[in-house]
């Protein structure tokens, strides 16, 4: 993400800031972000995801289809 995005911020009749509006690139690092953090707070799915990610054999989407039946 550039160090330029635009964000655009919502205010209240007051004034006050109440929401802002992001790059939907943007939005989608947060996210991603959100979710590895939420994964890594459990220390089952920290090593599980870090297991995987040492992982360098794998199953084609063809084999795994065809393991689950689908």
Known sequence: MGSRVKIQYVSDEEGKPVSVIVP?????????????????????????????KERVNGVSLEDACEKLGI
């Open 24 to 52: 939907i690139a943007l939005w989608r690092e947060i996210e991603s972000e959100r979710e590895t953090a939420y994964l890594l707070h459990s220390e089952t799915m920290k090593r599980r995801l870090m297991e995987a």
